[in-house]
């Protein structure tokens, strides 16, 4: 059972309402359920509770405008947000304006009951953190990632076969920026978040398209293909203290011989934080279960790598590559914040 935590739901749909009142109520939160963001924040101002879940379509007030309302009163109390809306510029916006979660519906129980949980522990990460930073650009680049981090679970969440993805390309990313002679610690730490963060444009590709089985249609790998001017987009407050995670998110698909995108830069113009991410996602993808194939092991994804060398691969990264990968077994995964 959950620990017993005060939770407000705000869902104008009665039936969703009474589904989330009596779910969670069955995994020992207590709940409060409203139907509009008036009324929750008459509650607010009037009790004290641990969480708010709030759909964003709600009817006069926004969950969104309702989210910017609560952190002007209190910059710390976790909130879950729930929508149906599948755009990339909500999804940013909620995180700017506070979210620490970012669900899309339909949603089960267990899965915001899950989602409570992290949004919580995550929350209370953050402050403890907060309060030991001095430096109050740090702690708002904090807090942006740990709002990014809820759009990355909420993406790769919809998706067995790439979950935990994210985490293992930015782990082996790192493995092997530390093989490269004179990197600085702002280096790597820009490589790991970039790499951490390299599919989150993905949030604004239709699930459609991401899940289809088949081949896709012209028209939809071009859709896919915006992921990258997505995810830099997303990455924009960022740019002041980490300028290169922007780049290298954006360029994360250029290939060493010009025939990426989405800009179709070649060599070392391609960030070089890109072109490892470039290996690294390879290899995780190789390694991994796909709707359309079983997961290859090691020796086959460092086959196909040396093919790719001087073409897709930067050859020099791919020989650290070639001294690396064993000491990152395909089903390594990691899970914590980037540090």
């Known amino acids: ?148 981090q809820a759009l990355v679970n909420s993406l790769e969440t919809k998706d067995k076969y790439t979950r935990d993805h994210s985490n293992k390309v930015a782990a082996f990313a790192v493995l092997m920026a530390r093989k490269i002679p004179g990197m600085t610690k702002q280096q790597l730490r820009e490589i790991r978040v970039g790499a951490w963060l390299h599919d989150i444009g993905k949030i604004g590709i239709p699930l459609t398209i991401l899940h289809k089985q088949g081949k896709l249609t012209d028209e939809e790998w071009e859709t896919v293909k915006l992921h990258t001017i997505h995810g830099a987009k997303i990455l924009e407050p960022l740019s002041k203290s980490y300028p290169e995670v922007q780049r290298i998110v954006r360029h994360e698909h250029e290939r060493w011989d010009g025939n990426g995108y989405p800009d179709g830069i070649a060599g070392n113009d391609i960030p070089l934080g890109s072109r490892l991410i470039m290996i690294a996602d390879t290899y995780d993808a190789i390694c991994s279960e796909r709707p359309y194939r079983k997961a290859l092991p090691s020796e086959a994804a460092l086959e196909i790598i040396q093919k790719g060398a001087g073409t897709q691969f930067d050859p020099n990264l791919v020989s650290i590559f070639e001294s690396t990968y064993k000491e990152f077994p395909c089903a390594t995964t990691t899970s914590s914040l980037p540090q």
Do not use: W
């Not at 749909?13 to 008459?42: I, K, N």
């Open 1 to 148: 059972m959950a620990p017993s935590h005060n939770v407000l739901v705000v869902e104008d749909d009665p039936d969703q309402c009474a589904l989330l009142e009596a779910g969670l109520s069955q995994q020992g939160y207590r709940v409060s359920a409203v139907r509009d963001a008036r009324t929750a924040l008459h509650r607010l101002a009037l009790e004290s509770f641990d969480i708010v879940v709030s759909d964003l379509g709600l009817p006069g007030m926004r969950g969104d405008e309702l989210l910017r309302h609560i952190r002007n009163i209190d910059a710390n109390l976790p909130f879950l947000m729930l929508t149906g809306e599948n755009d990339v510029k909500t999804a940013v916006q909620a995180v700017r304006d506070g979210a620490d979660e970012y669900m899309m519906k339909p949603a089960s129980v267990a899965s915001v009951a899950q989602h409570i949980a992290s949004a919580m522990n995550r929350r209370s990460k953050t402050v403890a953190d907060d309060r030991k930073l001095k430096n109050a650009d740090m702690a708002e680049v904090r807090a942006f990632l740990t709002g990014v």
